[in-house]
C-alpha cells in the first residue's frame, strides 16, 4: 500500500508545489506530456470502426485491441458480428508461405477482403496472396495487378489526376490546359488549346489555395467535364521568401484582398472528351467563389455543380463576390445554353450547409433540393426545376439541418444531419429521415450524443458511431427505420483510465447578453486540489466558419494539448460564443461585420461565471491562447481587454483583414467600404490599430512561409507595438507554413512554458524535450 501511496501523494504535491509559485521540474511536464493524443490514443481499444462494404449487405473492420488488432466480419442481414477468420492459423499459414514470422495480435494492416467474402488478400513478401477462409488455406494471387490492400482508394490522384466515374481515364492540367490520360495505354489527349498563365482550366490557384490538382466534376457517364477557365490576370500577387544559405527563393502566386478590384474570374465550360471540344457556359465570369466556402472546390472537386445522370443537363449555382445572392441555373450540356431557375438574396451571408453543399438537382422529378436560413433555421426546401417555384419547405423547426446525407428519389425520403433536437446539447448531431413532402421526420439515432454515420452501398443499413466528450463511443447497425440490429463496438478505455485520465467537464454559461446559452468544456489538472487557486486559459476559435470544438462534438482522448496544459495547474476552458455556426441564423450574424468582438464578450462572461462557480478557479490570473482566426481574437483579447487578460499567445493570427484573402473577409464583415474620411469598415478590426492598449504578457508566433495567413499580419502587429514602445515575445518559423510542421512541438513546449512563467508565476524546466510516439497497432 505504501508503494501505491507514495506517488499519488508526490503528484498532489507536486502540483501544490507550481501553484506556490516557485518552479515546475521535468517530472512536471512529462506527467502533462502523458496527455498528449500520442500518449493517450493508444491506450483506447474498440474505437475508430471504418466499415468496408462487401457484396450482400457484409462489411469487415481492422479493431484495435490491446494486445495488437483483430479483423471483424459483420453480416447486417443476419445481424451477426464475428471474428473473420482465425487469426493464429492466418499467421502461421502467412509464416510458411512467406518463409517469415507473423504474429497473430499484430498482423498486416494492408488485409483486405474479396467482395464476395470468400478470401482475405494480403501483400507479403513481395507477393499479393489471397487466403481462402473456408479452407484456411493462402495461394498466391498472381492475378492482382497491385499489392492488395485494404479501405477505400480515394478518387482523386494528385499529380495522377482526377478520375473519372467508369475509372478508365483522369483528367489533369498540363501548361495551363487540362488532358485526359487513358489508364490503360497511358495515352494523352490534350483537350483545351487557348489556357495560358493566369487564365488556364480547371486550376483553384488563387488566395490560400493553391495547387496543380484539376478543379472539375465528371459526368456520370464519363463523357464530359464540367470546369472553368480561371481568369486571374490581373489579380495581385502574395510574395514569400526562403530562409537559406545563399540567395532566398520568392515565391509569388495570385492572391486577392479585400476591395481589390480585380479578383479571380471563373468562366464555366462544359468539356467533350472523346471528340475534344469545349462548351463555354453563356453566362458572365463568376467570382471564385462557393456557397459552402471561401474556396470554389472544398470537397476537393468542383463545388456547387450537379450533373444530370444522362449528362445532358449541368445545374450550378452563381455565387456573389460578398456571398449574398445565390443564383440556380441549369446548362444545357450540348449547347451551353443557361436557364435561370430561381435566386436567394440575403442580408448578410448565404451558407449553403456546413461540412457538405445540401442542394441537389433532380432531373428525373424536375425538382431542386434546396438550403435556406430563411426562417432563422437553417432547411430544406423544394423547389420546382421548370417554374423555380416553391413546392414546399420540407424541414421546420428550432434546429438546423447540417448536412444533407442521402437523397431516396424512388422513395421520396431525404436523410439528413441535424443539430439542436438533443436536448442535452445543441451541438449533438443526429441523423433523421423525412419525406419530400415534410411528413414523417424520424430520428434514426435516438441515443443521446454526437452521431456519424456511414450508410451501406445497398441503401439498407447504417453504420452509426455516437458519444459525447465524457462518454466513450458505441458503434451499432441499424436499418433505416432506425431500427438497432446489432451493436458493433464498444469503446474500452479502462486502460485509458487506468494512467490517470479523466474526461473534460461539460460546461454551459450565459452570453454576454445575460440569456442565450453557451457550451463548452473545461480540463482540470487530474491532480486537481479544490482549496487551491488556479489560472485560467481560455482556447479560441471564433470562427465564424467554425467553433473551439470544431464541431466536433464527440469523444476524444485527447483535443490538442488542453488536458497537458491543464496538467501543468490551469484550468482550461473552450467556450462556443456567439456568431459561431451550428445553430440558428441569428446567433451566427451575431457579429457580422464587426469581426473585432470575436465573440470576447461572451468569453469573458463565461470565464467569471465559472470563476463564480468552481472557487478553484482564479479568475485575476486569465490567459488566452490561439491559431489562425483563434490567434486574431487572442492579439485582440490582450489590447481590448488588457485589464482581464494578463497572458496571450498569438499563433499565426489573421491580424487585419485587409492582409488576409479577399473572400473570407468580405464574406463575413462584407464588401470593403470607405466612409466621407475614407476610413474603411475593415479599419476597427485591425488589431494593430489597438496594440498601443497592451498591459500584459504576449507572445506573437508565424511561420514565414505562411500561404494561408500571410506572416504580414503578425508584422503590423509588431511594428504597432514597437511604436508604442510596448514589450512583447515573438517566435517566428523561418521557412514554415501556417501550422509549423516539424516545429509543432516545439510551439507547444514554448506555450507551455509562457504560461507558466507568467501566469503562473513559476519557473520552467529548461528546454523541455517533447517525445511524440507513433501507435504501433
Not at 72 to 80: F, T
Not at 175 to 192: E, M, P
Not at 277 to 284: H, S, T
Not at 611 to 632: C, E, L, T, V
Amino acid at each position: 500500500m505504501k508503494k501505491l501511496i507514495l506517488p499519488a501523494l508526490l503528484l498532489v504535491f507536486a502540483g501544490a508545489y507550481a501553484q506556490q509559485g516557485k518552479a515546475l521540474a521535468v517530472t512536471d511536464y512529462e506527467r502533462a506530456e502523458k496527455f498528449m493524443g500520442y500518449n493517450t490514443s493508444p491506450l483506447v481499444d474498440g474505437a475508430n470502426v471504418r466499415p468496408n462494404w462487401l457484396a450482400a449487405d457484409k462489411f469487415w473492420y481492422r479493431n484495435l485491441t490491446a494486445k495488437g488488432s483483430e479483423y471483424i466480419m459483420v453480416d447486417a442481414v443476419k445481424g451477426s458480428r464475428t471474428v473473420a477468420f482465425d487469426h493464429q492459423k492466418f499467421a502461421e499459414g502467412l509464416a510458411k508461405a512467406t518463409n517469415a514470422k507473423y504474429d497473430a495480435n499484430t498482423l498486416p494492416a494492408g488485409i483486405g477482403f474479396t467482395d464476395d467474402g470468400k478470401y482475405a488478400t494480403v501483400y507479403a513478401g513481395n507477393k499479393n496472396w489471397k487466403y481462402d477462409l473456408a479452407a484456411g488455406t493462402f495461394t498466391e494471387d498472381t492475378g492482382a495487378a497491385q499489392p492488395a490492400r485494404g479501405g477505400f482508394m480515394g478518387r482523386r490522384g494528385g499529380a495522377g489526376g482526377v478520375a473519372s466515374p467508369d475509372g478508365k481515364r483522369t483528367a489533369f492540367i498540363k501548361d495551363y490546359n487540362l488532358w485526359v490520360r487513358d489508364v490503360a495505354t497511358g495515352k494523352q489527349i490534350q483537350l483545351t488549346t487557348d489556357g495560358e498563365k493566369d487564365f488556364g482550366y480547371a486550376t483553384d490557384n488563387a488566395g490560400w489555395s493553391h495547387s496543380d490538382v484539376a478543379i472539375l466534376q465528371w459526368s456520370p457517364d464519363s463523357k464530359k467535364i464540367a470546369t472553368f477557365k480561371q481568369d486571374q490576370r490581373k489579380v495581385g500577387d502574395m510574395y514569400l521568401v526562403t530562409t537559406n544559405v545563399g540567395a532566398p527563393t520568392l515565391k509569388a502566386w495570385k492572391y486577392p484582398l479585400p476591395g481589390d478590384k480585380e479578383i479571380a474570374m471563373i468562366h464555366r465550360c462544359i468539356i467533350e472528351v472523346d471528340n475534344p471540344k469545349v462548351i463555354m457556359l453563356k453566362v458572365p465570369a463568376d467570382p471564385h467563389r462557393a456557397t459552402l466556402s471561401d474556396d470554389i472546390s472544398s470537397s476537393g472537386t468542383l463545388d456547387d455543380v450537379n450533373w444530370s445522370a444522362d449528362g445532358t443537363q449541368l445545374a450550378f449555382v452563381s455565387t456573389s463576390r460578398d456571398h449574398k445572392q445565390e443564383k440556380v441555373r441549369i446548362a444545357n450540356a450540348a449547347t451551353g445554353d443557361v436557364r435561370e431557375v430561381f435566386e436567394e438574396v440575403v442580408n448578410t451571408q448565404y451558407e449553403s450547409g456546413w461540412g457538405s453543399i445540401n442542394w441537389r438537382y433532380l432531373p428525373k422529378s424536375n425538382e431542386i433540393i434546396w438550403f435556406s436560413e430563411r426562417d432563422n433555421w437553417g432547411h430544406l426546401y423544394l423547389y420546382n426545376a421548370a417554374t423555380g417555384k416553391l413546392k414546399n419547405q420540407i424541414t421546420k423547426g428550432d434546429w438546423v439541418v447540417t448536412r444533407l446525407l442521402k437523397v431516396d428519389e424512388k422513395s421520396r425520403t431525404l436523410y439528413f444531419v441535424a443539430n439542436g433536437k438533443d436536448k442535452l446539447n445543441p451541438y449533438f448531431s443526429h441523423i433523421f429521415k423525412i419525406g419530400f413532402d415534410g411528413k414523417k421526420l424520424t430520428d434514426l439515432t435516438p441515443d443521446a450524443g454526437f452521431h456519424q454515420v456511414t450508410f451501406s452501398p445497398s441503401g439498407n443499413y447504417l453504420v452509426d458511431t455516437y458519444s459525447q466528450p465524457n462518454v466513450a463511443p458505441v458503434t451499432v447497425l441499424r436499418n433505416l427505420n432506425g431500427k438497432l440490429i446489432t451493436t458493433v463496438q464498444q469503446t474500452d478505455i479502462s486502460r485509458l483510465t487506468a494512467s490517470g485520465w479523466k474526461a473534460p467537464t461539460p460546461i454551459t454559461v450565459k452570453a454576454a447578453d445575460g440569456k442565450t446559452d453557451l457550451y463548452g468544456l473545461m480540463f482540470t489538472p487530474t491532480h486537481l486540489d479544490a482549496n487551491q487557486k488556479y489560472p485560467i486559459i481560455n482556447y479560441l476559435y471564433p470562427g465564424p466558419q467554425g467553433g473551439s470544438m470544431g464541431g466536433n462534438w464527440g469523444f476524444s482522448a485527447a483535443r490538442g494539448d488542453h488536458q497537458a496544459l491543464a496538467e501543468l495547474g490551469f484550468v482550461v476552458v473552450l467556450i462556443e460564443g456567439t456568431s459561431n455556426p451550428l445553430r440558428s441564423k441569428s446567433f451566427h450574424d451575431m457579429a457580422y461585420g464587426k469581426m473585432s468582438d470575436n465573440t470576447l464578450p461572451d468569453q469573458v462572461s463565461g470565464m467569471q461565471q465559472l470563476a463564480q462557480k468552481y472557487p478553484y478557479i482564479d479568475i485575476n490570473r486569465a490567459g488566452m491562447w490561439g491559431h489562425s482566426g483563434g490567434g486574431f481574437a487572442t492579439a485582440c483579447a490582450m489590447f481590448k481587454y488588457p485589464d482581464f487578460f494578463k497572458v496571450g499567445i498569438s499563433e499565426s493570427g489573421n491580424h487585419d483583414n485587409r492582409n488576409y484573402e479577399d473572400d473570407w473577409g468580405e464574406r463575413y464583415i462584407g464588401l470593403l467600404t470607405k466612409d466621407a474620411n475614407g476610413v474603411s469598415n475593415y479599419e476597427d478590426q485591425a488589431n494593430q490599430n489597438f496594440a498601443k492598449n497592451l498591459k500584459g504578457k504576449l507572445m506573437l508566433a508565424h511561420g514565414m512561409m505562411d500561404d494561408n495567413v500571410p506572416p504580414y499580419n503578425t508584422l503590423l502587429v509588431v511594428e504597432a507595438l514597437e511604436k508604442a514602445g510596448k514589450d512583447y515575445d515573438l517566435v517566428i518559423f523561418p521557412n514554415s507554413a501556417h501550422g509549423y510542421g516539424q516545429y509543432s512541438n516545439y510551439m507547444t513546449r514554448r506555450r507551455w512554458d509562457y504560461f507558466v512563467r507568467y501566469l503562473m508565476g513559476a519557473e520552467t524546466p529548461k528546454e523541455y524535450q517533447l517525445k511524440p510516439k507513433v501507435d504501433a497497432r
